[in-house]
């Protein structure tokens, strides 16, 4: 008896340290502009998102969002003052990603400046054996 106990409070107690973790999400996903979009200078992006320490990655630009929130179906992000983001400039962005779409909408906005730019992606995961070169 006292052995089927020690399994239960040793199975428990592994568990409880490990509950923390099973929440967190790495995403990695290849994103290609949607046709018609009016972004010219990139075609394709790689996303990496990491839900336990709200980094994002997109392409080599890498921030923490100030605002993350990871729901059933969305995945949502915000950024407020992220320095140097353009050319001696801070700015903010936002991302909405779709988890069952595949959609991924990017707002980038200078600090002083009215508009936003925003580029919209369709996305999957990423495998290496989908580069084409």
Not at 54 to 65: C, D, E, M, N, Q
């Amino acid at each position: 008896m006292l052995k089927y106990i020690c399994f239960f409070l040793s199975f428990f107690v592994l568990n409880l340290f490990n509950y923390n973790n099973s929440n967190a999400m790495q995403l990695d996903i290849l994103c290609i502009a949607k046709i018609g979009s009016s972004n010219s200078d990139f075609k394709d992006l790689i996303v990496s998102i990491d839900t336990d320490s709200k980094t994002v990655a997109l392409g080599g630009f890498k921030f923490s969002a100030d605002e993350f929130i990871v729901s059933d179906s969305n995945i949502k992000w915000s950024a407020k003052s992220i320095e140097n983001m353009y050319e001696n400039a801070s700015g903010h962005t936002s991302g909405i990603l779709g988890r069952f779409s595949g959609n991924l909408s990017l707002v980038f906005q200078k600090h002083g400046m009215s508009p936003s730019n925003e580029m919209n992606f369709k996305c999957e995961k990423f495998k290496m054996k989908n580069r084409k070169f």
